[in-house]
């Protein structure tokens, strides 16, 4: 596996020139890497050419007539799947589970694994294009203020990211991944392992002492604020990095708050293992589609668009920088909602929101809650979670920040979840407390409300 600076150069200047050609030209740059990509898939993978079997030339195909797919299809017939024939499942899989391979390419392509909160989790395949695409197309992105945060962030110290340390995630595995094809681009980056207690995490921070910008998900965020507002957590960020969760406003208030040194506020990206690049955020704090190598569309529960300002039921991905394993109008199980209006900061490419992902909402019978609406704060707890075990039975878990009698909190934060599901309508629910830490997804991430999982989750 090769990182060429070159092909990285390429991408930028590309993604520059795109962008300079407004919506047009972006249009018909998307559409001339959306029919190559068929047409590679329909010569290379075996299931592609069934999948496709009925369409026209690949050089008039057009996006709508091609078959939506989900990862339980495509994982079943991985061996069919890609483009390259000499990597099996099996291979993939004795790779992943050898944690001292984190990082390391196999042949010419690097693999990671998504966590699987939403089912079964996914065998990512990323060839060297889509590195070079991710670097290329990030800069070819960049405003004025990204360099000057760049820049400040290589001066004023490390780069640490926080994520599951205990499998092959793309969180610490593409510094990694980096590391071992371009040191120099991988200098100044630190890895904390998301899987241990608060009271180590912090210490850890504060032993690098100099840390400019930290990369995490939005709930180990809470508790980096947290821990930061009481005097506990020491370093001070020019720059905080988040993804794979929602941000709520609420959070982003609190988190400006407690770290008055971030100059350059909270960079919310929206990404996936299948996809690591896949939007970017301009100063106006919007979401903006790299369009020309990336499709987001938003789907109703057909399957068919959504109109702009409508949240759509899922959304489809197609991803046109990896030709290896093709994930064509991919149905991803999020929802998004395009923005109406052209985006101050003048960018030509469709900006949108994401709403909650799908499986951290929380079903009792007919009624569906947001895990927003539960209020999971207590001034002696360092962490609460809230799990659903049974359709009808929820407990509470707590990681207490003291000496504070648990029974005490124990019982504000029931009679608290309690409201919450009287005044929503919900009657005859149980919440218990329980003597079990809360606990983390496989991929290092802390959900404050652990819903039921439905193993069918989206077929
Ligand atoms: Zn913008």
Same mark, same amino acid.
């Given at each position: 596996m090769r990182f060429s600076l070159l092909r990285t150069l390429g991408y930028f200047a590309g993604g520059l020139w795109t962008a300079w050609g407004g919506r047009k030209r972006i249009e018909a740059r998307q559409l001339r890497n959306l029919r190559r990509l068929v047409e590679k898939a329909r010569r290379d993978s075996p299931?592609?050419?069934?999948?496709?079997?009925?369409?026209?030339?690949?050089?008039?195909?057009?996006?709508?007539? #091609?078959?939506?797919?989900?990862?339980?299809?495509?994982?079943?017939?991985?061996?069919?799947?890609?483009?390259i024939r000499s990597l099996t499942l099996d291979r993939a899989r004795d790779h992943l589970r050898d944690i001292r391979k984190l990082g390391v390419p196999i042949d010419d392509v690097a693999i990671f694994r998504t966590s699987g909160t939403s089912g079964e989790p996914a065998v990512v395949v990323l060839p060297s294009s889509f590195l070079e695409y991710s670097y290329g197309i990030?800069?070819?992105r960049f405003e004025q203020y990204h360099w000057k945060l760049v820049r400040d962030m290589r001066k004023l110290g490390m780069r640490v990211t926080i994520t599951g340390g205990n499998g092959h995630f793309a969180g610490a595995g593409f510094n990694k991944l980096v590391r071992h094809l371009r040191p120099r681009l991988a200098r100044g980056l630190a890895f904390i392992e998301a899987e241990q207690s608060i009271g180590q995490l912090v210490e850890q921070l504060n032993a690098i002492g100099r840390v400019s910008c930290i990369v995490t998900y939005p709930s180990m965020l809470t508790i980096l604020a947290k821990e930061k507002a009481a005097g506990r957590l020491q370093v001070e960020p020019v720059v905080i990095s988040t993804g794979g969760e929602t941000l709520t406003e609420d959070l982003r208030t609190r988190v400006l708050q407690a770290f008055p040194s971030l100059k350059y506020g909270i960079l919310d990206?929206?990404?996936?293992?299948?996809? #690591?690049?896949?939007?970017?955020?301009?100063?106006?704090?919007?979401?903006?589609?790299?369009?020309?190598?990336?499709?987001?569309?938003?789907?109703?529960?057909?399957?068919?668009?959504v109109p702009a300002g409508t949240l759509s039921a899922t959304a489809l991905l197609t991803v046109l920088a990896n030709d290896v394993q093709p994930f064509i109008r991919y149905d991803l199980g999020d929802c998004v909602r395009f923005h109406t209006d052209p985006c101050p900061c003048g960018s030509p490419f469709r900006s949108f929101q994401v709403e909650g992902r799908e499986a951290t909402l929380v079903r009792v019978?007919?009624?569906? #809650?947001?895990?927003?609406?539960?209020?999971?704060?207590?001034?002696?707890?360092?962490?609460?979670?809230?799990?659903?075990?049974?359709?009808r039975d929820f407990e509470v878990r707590i990681e207490l920040a003291d000496e504070a009698a648990p029974g005490v909190v124990f019982e504000e934060l029931i009679r608290s979840v309690k409201r919450v599901f009287r005044d929503n309508g919900v009657k005859d629910v149980a919440v218990t407390a329980s003597q079990a830490p809360p606990e983390l997804t496989a991929s290092g991430k802390f959900h404050e409300v652990l819903p039921l999982r439905r193993s069918d989750s989206r077929s």
């Open positions: 299931l592609f050419r069934r999948l496709y079997a009925d369409l026209g030339p690949s050089s008039e195909v057009e996006l709508r007539e #091609l078959p939506v797919t989900r990862k339980p299809d495509l994982m079943a017939e991985f061996d069919d799947w890609l483009t990030t800069l070819a990206t929206y990404a996936c293992t299948e996809c #690591l690049v896949l939007s970017f955020e301009c100063s106006s704090g919007r979401k903006h589609v790299n369009e020309d190598w990336v499709i987001l569309e938003a789907v109703d529960e057909a399957m068919r668009p019978g007919e009624v569906t #809650l947001s895990p927003l609406v539960f209020d999971l704060e207590h001034e002696h707890a360092r962490r609460i979670q809230l799990v659903q075990t049974s359709e």
